[in-house]
T-cell receptor, first 111, second 112 residues
Protein backbone atom coordinates (compact mmCIF):
# COMPACT_ATOMS: atom_id res chain seq x y z
CA UNK A 1 0.00 0.00 0.00
CA UNK A 2 1.52 3.31 -1.03
CA UNK A 3 -0.95 5.60 0.72
CA UNK A 4 -0.53 7.65 3.90
CA UNK A 5 -0.11 5.32 6.85
CA UNK A 6 -1.02 6.17 10.45
CA UNK A 7 -0.34 4.28 13.64
CA UNK A 8 -2.00 3.38 15.91
CA UNK A 9 -5.47 3.37 14.43
CA UNK A 10 -7.06 3.45 17.85
CA UNK A 11 -5.76 4.58 21.21
CA UNK A 12 -7.56 4.58 24.54
CA UNK A 13 -5.80 6.35 27.37
CA UNK A 14 -6.49 7.76 30.78
CA UNK A 15 -6.59 11.47 31.41
CA UNK A 16 -3.15 12.84 32.18
CA UNK A 17 -1.22 10.29 30.15
CA UNK A 18 0.91 11.14 27.12
CA UNK A 19 0.18 9.71 23.70
CA UNK A 20 2.09 9.71 20.43
CA UNK A 21 0.83 9.17 16.91
CA UNK A 22 2.94 8.37 13.90
CA UNK A 23 2.35 9.25 10.26
CA UNK A 24 4.21 7.87 7.26
CA UNK A 25 3.45 10.02 4.20
CA UNK A 26 3.33 8.92 0.60
CA UNK A 27 6.85 8.43 -0.64
CA UNK A 28 8.41 11.61 -2.09
CA UNK A 29 5.68 13.86 -0.69
CA UNK A 30 7.55 16.73 0.91
CA UNK A 31 4.48 18.32 2.52
CA UNK A 32 2.83 16.85 5.58
CA UNK A 33 -0.20 18.04 7.53
CA UNK A 34 -1.96 17.15 10.77
CA UNK A 35 -5.66 17.74 11.28
CA UNK A 36 -8.08 16.93 14.08
CA UNK A 37 -11.68 15.91 13.57
CA UNK A 38 -14.43 15.60 16.15
CA UNK A 39 -17.76 13.88 15.63
CA UNK A 40 -20.03 15.64 13.17
CA UNK A 41 -17.45 18.24 12.21
CA UNK A 42 -15.01 18.71 9.39
CA UNK A 43 -11.28 18.36 10.04
CA UNK A 44 -9.50 21.28 11.73
CA UNK A 45 -5.97 22.20 10.76
CA UNK A 46 -3.27 21.64 13.38
CA UNK A 47 0.10 21.98 11.72
CA UNK A 48 2.04 21.86 8.45
CA UNK A 49 5.54 20.67 7.55
CA UNK A 50 7.52 21.25 4.41
CA UNK A 51 10.30 18.69 4.51
CA UNK A 52 11.51 18.81 8.12
CA UNK A 53 10.48 22.42 8.77
CA UNK A 54 7.28 23.13 10.68
CA UNK A 55 6.01 26.18 8.80
CA UNK A 56 2.46 26.58 10.06
CA UNK A 57 0.88 25.93 13.41
CA UNK A 58 -2.73 26.55 14.38
CA UNK A 59 -3.40 28.97 17.22
CA UNK A 60 -5.78 26.32 18.47
CA UNK A 61 -2.85 24.02 19.17
CA UNK A 62 -2.08 24.17 22.86
CA UNK A 63 1.40 23.82 24.34
CA UNK A 64 0.57 20.22 25.22
CA UNK A 65 0.74 19.34 21.54
CA UNK A 66 4.02 18.93 19.72
CA UNK A 67 4.77 17.63 16.26
CA UNK A 68 8.02 16.68 14.64
CA UNK A 69 9.20 15.50 11.27
CA UNK A 70 12.83 14.50 11.62
CA UNK A 71 14.66 14.07 8.33
CA UNK A 72 11.56 15.13 6.44
CA UNK A 73 10.07 11.66 6.26
CA UNK A 74 7.67 10.32 8.90
CA UNK A 75 6.07 12.60 11.46
CA UNK A 76 4.97 12.21 15.06
CA UNK A 77 2.29 14.09 16.96
CA UNK A 78 2.57 13.95 20.73
CA UNK A 79 -0.09 15.04 23.18
CA UNK A 80 1.08 15.50 26.75
CA UNK A 81 -1.17 15.34 29.82
CA UNK A 82 -4.20 14.34 27.78
CA UNK A 83 -7.61 15.78 28.60
CA UNK A 84 -11.03 14.44 27.74
CA UNK A 85 -11.43 17.25 25.21
CA UNK A 86 -8.54 15.78 23.25
CA UNK A 87 -10.72 12.83 22.25
CA UNK A 88 -10.94 13.03 18.47
CA UNK A 89 -9.71 11.54 15.22
CA UNK A 90 -6.21 12.75 14.34
CA UNK A 91 -5.69 12.80 10.61
CA UNK A 92 -2.44 13.06 8.72
CA UNK A 93 -2.19 14.12 5.08
CA UNK A 94 0.64 14.52 2.63
CA UNK A 95 1.10 16.22 -0.73
CA UNK A 96 3.68 16.87 -3.40
CA UNK A 97 1.90 19.87 -4.86
CA UNK A 98 -1.56 21.01 -3.78
CA UNK A 99 -3.55 17.76 -3.78
CA UNK A 100 -3.73 16.49 -0.19
CA UNK A 101 -4.08 12.78 0.46
CA UNK A 102 -5.23 11.71 3.88
CA UNK A 103 -4.51 8.62 5.94
CA UNK A 104 -7.09 6.52 7.78
CA UNK A 105 -6.62 8.49 10.96
CA UNK A 106 -5.79 7.68 14.58
CA UNK A 107 -8.78 7.71 16.88
CA UNK A 108 -8.02 8.86 20.42
CA UNK A 109 -10.33 8.24 23.35
CA UNK A 110 -9.40 9.85 26.66
CA UNK A 111 -11.16 8.37 29.68
CA UNK B 1 -16.29 26.33 10.02
CA UNK B 2 -18.45 29.41 9.52
CA UNK B 3 -16.07 30.47 6.76
CA UNK B 4 -17.26 27.52 4.74
CA UNK B 5 -20.88 26.45 4.68
CA UNK B 6 -22.09 23.17 3.24
CA UNK B 7 -25.66 22.41 2.33
CA UNK B 8 -27.60 20.35 2.90
CA UNK B 9 -26.32 18.87 6.15
CA UNK B 10 -27.90 15.56 5.25
CA UNK B 11 -29.51 14.08 2.20
CA UNK B 12 -31.52 10.91 1.64
CA UNK B 13 -32.15 9.91 -1.95
CA UNK B 14 -33.50 6.90 -3.78
CA UNK B 15 -31.00 4.93 -5.82
CA UNK B 16 -30.84 6.25 -9.35
CA UNK B 17 -31.68 9.84 -8.43
CA UNK B 18 -29.41 12.81 -9.08
CA UNK B 19 -28.30 15.08 -6.27
CA UNK B 20 -26.29 18.24 -5.65
CA UNK B 21 -24.26 19.35 -2.63
CA UNK B 22 -23.17 22.96 -2.27
CA UNK B 23 -20.23 24.58 -0.59
CA UNK B 24 -20.13 28.36 -0.09
CA UNK B 25 -17.24 30.41 1.20
CA UNK B 26 -17.34 33.78 2.95
CA UNK B 27 -13.82 34.49 1.65
CA UNK B 28 -12.00 34.30 -1.67
CA UNK B 29 -11.43 30.76 -2.84
CA UNK B 30 -7.95 29.95 -4.07
CA UNK B 31 -8.70 26.25 -4.29
CA UNK B 32 -11.60 24.00 -3.44
CA UNK B 33 -11.26 20.35 -2.54
CA UNK B 34 -13.90 17.65 -2.35
CA UNK B 35 -13.46 14.57 -0.20
CA UNK B 36 -15.60 11.59 0.72
CA UNK B 37 -15.45 9.98 4.15
CA UNK B 38 -16.95 6.79 5.49
CA UNK B 39 -17.86 6.95 9.17
CA UNK B 40 -14.79 6.54 11.35
CA UNK B 41 -12.39 6.39 8.42
CA UNK B 42 -10.05 8.71 6.59
CA UNK B 43 -10.85 11.14 3.78
CA UNK B 44 -10.82 9.94 0.19
CA UNK B 45 -9.70 12.59 -2.30
CA UNK B 46 -12.26 13.19 -5.05
CA UNK B 47 -11.09 16.30 -6.87
CA UNK B 48 -9.55 19.74 -6.59
CA UNK B 49 -10.71 22.87 -8.40
CA UNK B 50 -8.62 25.99 -8.75
CA UNK B 51 -9.87 28.17 -11.53
CA UNK B 52 -13.18 29.97 -11.81
CA UNK B 53 -15.54 28.06 -14.06
CA UNK B 54 -13.47 24.91 -13.74
CA UNK B 55 -15.39 21.67 -13.90
CA UNK B 56 -14.06 18.18 -13.21
CA UNK B 57 -15.66 14.77 -13.37
CA UNK B 58 -14.81 11.40 -11.94
CA UNK B 59 -17.10 8.56 -12.86
CA UNK B 60 -20.58 9.86 -12.00
CA UNK B 61 -19.43 12.73 -9.83
CA UNK B 62 -18.99 16.25 -11.23
CA UNK B 63 -17.74 19.30 -9.37
CA UNK B 64 -17.82 22.92 -10.49
CA UNK B 65 -16.24 26.07 -9.13
CA UNK B 66 -17.99 29.43 -9.38
CA UNK B 67 -15.27 31.85 -8.39
CA UNK B 68 -17.48 34.94 -8.47
CA UNK B 69 -20.02 33.38 -6.15
CA UNK B 70 -17.23 31.83 -4.04
CA UNK B 71 -19.13 28.61 -4.34
CA UNK B 72 -18.66 25.05 -5.50
CA UNK B 73 -21.19 22.33 -6.22
CA UNK B 74 -20.83 18.57 -6.30
CA UNK B 75 -23.29 16.72 -8.48
CA UNK B 76 -23.86 12.97 -8.48
CA UNK B 77 -25.71 11.46 -11.40
CA UNK B 78 -27.75 8.27 -11.01
CA UNK B 79 -26.74 7.72 -7.39
CA UNK B 80 -25.82 4.26 -6.13
CA UNK B 81 -25.57 2.84 -2.59
CA UNK B 82 -21.77 2.99 -3.00
CA UNK B 83 -22.03 6.80 -3.11
CA UNK B 84 -23.27 6.87 0.48
CA UNK B 85 -21.01 8.60 2.98
CA UNK B 86 -20.01 12.04 4.20
CA UNK B 87 -18.94 14.56 1.59
CA UNK B 88 -16.61 17.27 2.78
CA UNK B 89 -15.47 20.39 1.00
CA UNK B 90 -12.19 21.99 1.98
CA UNK B 91 -11.01 25.42 0.91
CA UNK B 92 -7.65 27.05 0.46
CA UNK B 93 -8.42 30.57 1.67
CA UNK B 94 -4.85 31.84 1.65
CA UNK B 95 -3.46 30.76 -1.70
CA UNK B 96 -0.63 28.76 -0.18
CA UNK B 97 -2.57 25.51 0.31
CA UNK B 98 -0.69 25.14 3.59
CA UNK B 99 -3.94 24.74 5.48
CA UNK B 100 -7.44 23.91 4.38
CA UNK B 101 -10.64 25.09 6.02
CA UNK B 102 -13.32 22.42 5.94
CA UNK B 103 -17.08 22.53 5.99
CA UNK B 104 -19.06 20.37 8.41
CA UNK B 105 -19.92 17.82 5.76
CA UNK B 106 -23.01 16.45 4.05
CA UNK B 107 -24.23 13.03 5.12
CA UNK B 108 -25.53 11.21 2.05
CA UNK B 109 -27.77 8.15 2.31
CA UNK B 110 -28.77 6.29 -0.84
CA UNK B 111 -31.72 3.96 -0.45
CA UNK B 112 -31.69 0.82 -2.59
Amino acid sequence: DTGVSQDPRHKITKRGQNVTFRCDPISEHNRLYWYRQTLGQGPEFLTYFQNEAQLEKSRLLSDRFSAERPKGSFSTLEIQRTEQGDSAMYLCASSLLKELFFGEGSRLTVL
Amino acid sequence: SQELEQSPQSLIVQEGKNLTINCTSSKTLYGLYWYKQKYGEGLIFLMMLQKGGEEKSHEKITAKLDEKKQQSSLHITASQPSHAGIYLCGADLSGSARQLTFGSGTQLTVLP
